[in-house]
């Protein structure tokens, strides 16, 4: 059963188009299963039922990997040129960040490929099988194709398998279809083309649950030939995705080595031709090196992403991988399944119609508080039909309500616990005695009982309206029978479809009197005909309240939600309409259709579709993909196994704290602790904040690196003494830079956040003006310290020492003003409360403080080689370290004030 090219005779069979008996023979097996010895030799050829997982990565391995990024190797170089300097104390500083970088990599990248892990988790360890015509109970890695299985209320099915008994028999299929209710299975032979994997209703697939009934099913795949596999196989072949982050902060890094390294030689050149001593220029070119790649950027980095999670997790948001952090932040669409995650996966009757009457039900949920309603009035005591409907509700019902922690939840079939739900609203009595049942399955798609009341026996039907009124020939109205004319039936119709369209999901109830005991299961489905109908009962699974709102925001932040589901399309459009999400005349794809697009008009189609339903996890994963390919940045969220492929190829990954599955957090790289589709908003302004601290702490770190350089550049253009010493320039670049960069990290969002658009996928690190910014204020630092230092100089009779202590304490004051400067994104410095982020507020005193501390203090004066400052030298260095911060600050004053003058002459 195995061909030349390593795969099976039973791939892409679609078993669920065979009958029983066809299936039975093309596996070459009976009803009584396979002998030991078969079931032996078939073990040896298909191996064990068991998911596979690719050769994995050796932790040293994986480590060591953590070193390949450009920004870590020219962090090792700065290492080896402080080493050969001397500055011991740099080059363990510079040591720490990256092995403290390579850690957390090492750690998420270690927890991000746990999915397979828990995919296993999902397959059953023992299974009841029929071997040598008797049911054993077997290891579930033991299964073959061939071996008949026993389903039963409670079990996790260990294979797929077609179904060729099927008692009462209800399978839980949300984790791997999506769809939010549990399936009726039954036996016959459905088409081969055009059947999703969720309209399969003779199959059992590996991994969902029994919960209702029994039945007997023949396996025809194991291990990674079933769909679980199937998926197993995605997420192995799923890239994760370079965020915006670690692609800008790659790119600084290569501008920043060749920038430094191209100026580095310049002024090297330029100091020794103007007469400087060659080991003295080339110490001092390698400081600027150093100086000029900031290799505490890394470090900080991962500070503010790190704080940045800790606000995200005070708002339910748990993030496993940190630059997430940030592609949250300019995320363009969201792609969310519907099932636990729009919806609360809890099915809630809302409309009942009954006597031509439409009677509303308040609350959601299985708790039995709300009020059902008539006209906007509450019904008092059950009468007539809708006493008559929840008697039905009660008596066709095996599900049972019971109280958690949470809340209410329901033990059986979710729809039974909507009916019971609505019952207890009600206040309905208790039915009478149970005499016989006649259980539902999807050929009759309806459940009979029996019960005895004290007008004497009575048959009570609930099922799907259509087939239900083909058995009726009266209605109940205004508290008697009468017959069910063609208007009747029309009006019906009407209803039906009224409530279908608004998402419901509809149940028909019947009833007739009996005239005589039944004897059995099969003399109760003779008498099912010449039934009574007394109404129609709409269920649905709610929207999360919040939801709505939060879609609303995501709008006006420039982001598009898109519903993926594998539910059904009329259900999926009335939830998206009704959300929000989809527009009056929006468009809506199926599965089906969306296999007949290849991937380039697939892509086309993603940029309009809105609502995408039917969907499989291999839909899933190309939709993904297909909005990656048109530019989007992509949040995926989702609570099942299905979803996890897509979730871990997406941009950003989201899975649900409460309801998800294991494989589904796995894959993620954002978890919401509470299941609130509102808390991704959340974490997209905290996404937004932190870049923004990022940029801000760029530009403060690299405006004060080009002061730097400048600085020194110009000294040897003009054959100058050098204007800082190498020690002077790495003190500034560890102290100065460090303090202040890390508290821009934790500044507060600005108010106008969530009001700007997403980013551009393919923005650089200095775009929006940032790199003009740095370069001008940079050179304004640069000339005012070389101005200081020139005029000390000059002053002073040519004391070098006393111009080199005046040039530095003014290039790290100028830094030091600059960076309330860089707490606005798009304003000025005065823009902002000054003192809104005291940590900035702390860390410009200490750095201050640490700048007096190596000019007063004897023992540190010849170490950095600086001289105490008099008072007027002091406020010859405070008037020019302000110059640059206010020279901005007036040319931006004088620019608005032109616009207001002359509004059509410039830019805005």
């Known amino acids: 059963m195995r061909r030349e090219d390593g795969g099976t005779?039973?791939?892409?069979?679609?078993?669920?188009?065979?009958?029983?008996?066809?299936?039975?023979?093309?596996?070459?097996?009976?009803?009584?299963?396979?002998?030991?010895?078969?079931?032996?030799?078939?073990?040896?050829?298909?191996?064990?039922?068991?998911?596979?997982?690719?050769?994995?990565?050796?932790?040293?391995?994986?480590?060591?990997?953590?070193?390949?990024?450009?920004?870590?190797?020219?962090?090792?170089?700065?290492?080896?040129?402080?080493?050969?300097?001397?500055?011991?104390?740099?080059?363990?500083?510079?040591?720490?960040?990256?092995?403290?970088?390579?850690?957390?990599?090492?750690?998420?990248?270690?927890?991000?490929?746990?999915?397979?892990?828990?995919?296993?988790?999902?397959?059953?360890?023992?299974?009841?099988?029929?071997?040598?015509?008797?049911?054993?109970?077997?290891?579930?890695?033991?299964?073959v194709p061939g071996d008949v299985i026993v389903l039963a209320a409670g079990d996790r099915v260990a294979a797929d398998a077609r179904i060729m008994v099927a008692q009462d028999l209800s399978l839980e299929e949300a984790s791997l279809t999506g769809e939010s209710t549990p399936v009726a299975k039954g036996i016959r032979p459905l088409p081969a083309e055009g059947a999703a994997l969720g309209d399969r209703v003779n199959m059992a697939y590996m991994g969902t649950t029994v919960v209702r009934g029994r039945g007997l099913a023949v396996v025809v795949a194991t291990g990674m030939d079933t769909e679980m596999g199937r998926i197993a196989h995605l997420i192995q072949t799923s890239e994760e995705t370079e965020t915006p982050l670690e692609r800008r902060l790659n790119q600084l890094g290569q501008i920043l080595v060749y920038l430094s390294l191209g100026i580095t030689v310049i002024v090297v050149l330029a100091g020794v031709i103007h007469g400087h001593a060659l080991y003295e220029m080339v110490l001092a070119g390698v400081s600027l090196a150093v100086a000029a790649i900031p290799e505490g950027l890394p470090a900080i980095v991962t500070i503010a992403l790190a704080l940045g999670v800790q606000r995200m997790i005070r708002r339910?948001?748990?993030?496993?991988?940190?630059?997430?952090?940030?592609?949250?932040?300019?995320?363009?669409?969201?792609?969310?399944?519907?099932?636990?995650t729009l919806t609360q996966n809890q099915m809630t009757v809302k409309q009942v119609w009954v006597d031509r009457r439409s009677l509303a039900v308040e609350g959601d949920g299985y708790a039995p508080v709300g009020r059902v309603l008539d006209g906007g009035r509450a019904i008092g005591k059950p009468q007539g039909a809708w006493e008559i409907v929840l008697r039905v509700c009660r008596a066709c019902n095996n599900a049972r309500l019971v109280e958690t922690e949470g809340g209410f939840a329901v033990i059986g079939d979710p729809t039974e616990g909507a009916l019971l739900t609505l019952a207890q609203k009600a206040g309905a009595r208790e039915p009478g005695e149970r005499v016989l049942e006649l259980p539902f399955d999807s050929e009759r798609k309806r459940m009979s009982v029996v019960v005895r009341e004290q007008g004497g026996l009575q048959l009570l039907v609930k099922g799907a309206p259509d087939l239900l009124l083909a058995r009726c020939t009266h209605i109940w109205l205004s508290g008697a029978s009468r017959p069910l004319t063609s208007f009747l039936r029309a009006e019906l119709d009407g209803v039906v479809q009224n409530m279908a369209s608004g998402a419901l999901r509809t149940l028909g109830v019947a009833f007739r009197p009996l005239d005589r005991p039944l004897q059995d299961a099969q003399d109760a489905a003779a008498v099912?005909?010449?039934?009574?109908?007394?109404?129609?009962?709409?269920?649905?699974?709610?929207?999360?309240?919040?939801?709505?709102?939060?879609?609303?925001?995501?709008?006006?932040?420039?982001?598009?939600?898109?519903m993926i589901t594998g539910d059904h399309q009329l259900t999926a459009r009335a939830i998206a309409a009704r959300l929000g999400i989809l527009p009056e005349r929006g468009r809506v794809l199926t599965g089906a259709q969306l296999d007949a697009l290849d991937d380039d008009a697939l892509q086309q189609a993603s940029r309009d579709v809105h609502v995408y339903a039917r969907v499989s996890p291999l839909h899933k994963l190309r939709i993904v993909k297909a909005m990656q390919a048109s530019g989007e940045i992509v949040a995926m969220t989702g609570d099942g196994v299905n979803d996890a492929p897509a979730i871990k190829a997406s941009d950003i990954g989201v899975a649900m704290g409460r309801t998800g599955t294991d494989v589904a957090k796995d894959a993620s790289a954002l978890i919401l602790a509470d299941d609130n589709f509102a808390t991704i908003i959340a974490a997209i302004e905290e996404g937004r904040a932190i870049y923004d601290n990022i940029r801000k702490f760029i530009?403060?770190?690299?405006?004060?690196?080009?002061?730097?350089?400048?600085?020194?550049?110009?000294?040897?253009?003009?054959?100058?003494?050098?204007?800082?010493?190498?020690?002077?320039?790495?003190?500034?670049?560890?102290?100065?830079?460090?303090?202040?960069?890390?508290?821009?990290?934790?500044?507060?969002?600005?108010?106008?956040?969530?009001?700007?658009?997403?980013?551009?996928?393919?923005?650089?690190?200095?775009?929006?003006?940032?790199?003009?910014?740095?370069?001008?204020?940079?050179?304004?630092?640069?000339?005012?310290?070389?101005?200081?230092?020139?005029?000390?100089?000059?002053?002073?009779?040519?004391?070098?020492?006393?111009?080199?202590?005046?040039?530095?304490?003014?290039?790290?004051?100028?830094?030091?003003?600059?960076?309330?400067?860089?707490?606005?994104?798009?304003?000025?410095?005065?823009?902002?409360?000054?003192?809104?982020?005291p940590w900035l507020i702390g860390a410009v005193i200490s750095s201050l403080l640490l700048l007096l501390a190596v000019i007063y203090i004897p023992l540190l004066q010849p170490v950095f080689h600086t001289a105490a400052l008099s008072a007027p030298a002091w406020g010859a260095v405070a008037a020019a370290a302000a110059i640059p911060t206010f020279a901005v600050r007036a040319r931006r004053t004088t620019r608005r004030a032109g616009r207001r003058r002359a509004p059509g002459m410039f830019r805005a």
């Open 528 to 562: 099912e005909h010449d039934l009574v109908f007394v109404g129609v009962v709409g269920m649905m699974d709610p929207p999360r309240a919040e939801v709505k709102e939060a879609i609303r925001m995501a709008s006006s932040a420039g982001i598009r939600t898109v």
């Open 699 to 837: 530009r403060y770190l690299l405006t004060s690196n080009t002061g730097e350089i400048l600085t020194m550049f110009f000294a040897m253009m003009l054959g100058l003494p050098l204007p800082l010493l190498p020690i002077q320039i790495l003190w500034v670049n560890l102290v100065t830079d460090g303090l202040p960069a890390i508290a821009l990290g934790v500044d507060s969002a600005e108010d106008d956040t969530m009001q700007r658009p997403p980013r551009d996928v393919r923005e650089g690190i200095f775009a929006r003006g940032l790199g003009w910014k740095i370069v001008t204020r940079g050179f304004l630092i640069g000339l005012v310290t070389l101005g200081v230092f020139y005029a000390a100089w000059r002053v002073s009779g040519g004391q070098l020492r006393m111009a080199q202590t005046m040039a530095f304490s003014t290039l790290v004051l100028a830094q030091l003003i600059h960076v309330f400067d860089c707490r606005s994104v798009l304003h000025g410095v005065f823009d902002r409360n000054i003192f809104g982020n």
């Open 9 to 143: 005779m039973l791939d892409d069979v679609a078993w669920h188009a065979r009958t029983v008996e066809e299936t039975l023979a093309a596996l070459r097996t009976g009803p009584g299963g396979l002998s030991a010895a078969e079931a032996a030799h078939r073990l040896g050829e298909f191996g064990p039922n068991r998911i596979h997982e690719q050769k994995r990565v050796s932790l040293i391995n994986l480590f060591f990997d953590q070193f390949r990024n450009f920004m870590v190797v020219v962090l090792l170089a700065a290492t080896l040129v402080s080493g050969l300097l001397g500055e011991l104390s740099d080059a363990v500083t510079i040591i720490v960040i990256v092995l403290a970088n390579a850690v957390l990599g090492f750690v998420q990248e270690w927890k991000a490929e746990r999915s397979l892990a828990s995919l296993r988790r999902l397959t059953a360890p023992t299974a009841q099988v029929y071997r040598d015509g008797r049911p054993e109970v077997w290891p579930a890695q033991s299964l």
């Open 316 to 340: 339910n948001a748990i993030v496993r991988r940190l630059p997430a952090v940030e592609t949250l932040g300019c995320a363009t669409v969201i792609c969310s399944d519907k099932t636990g």
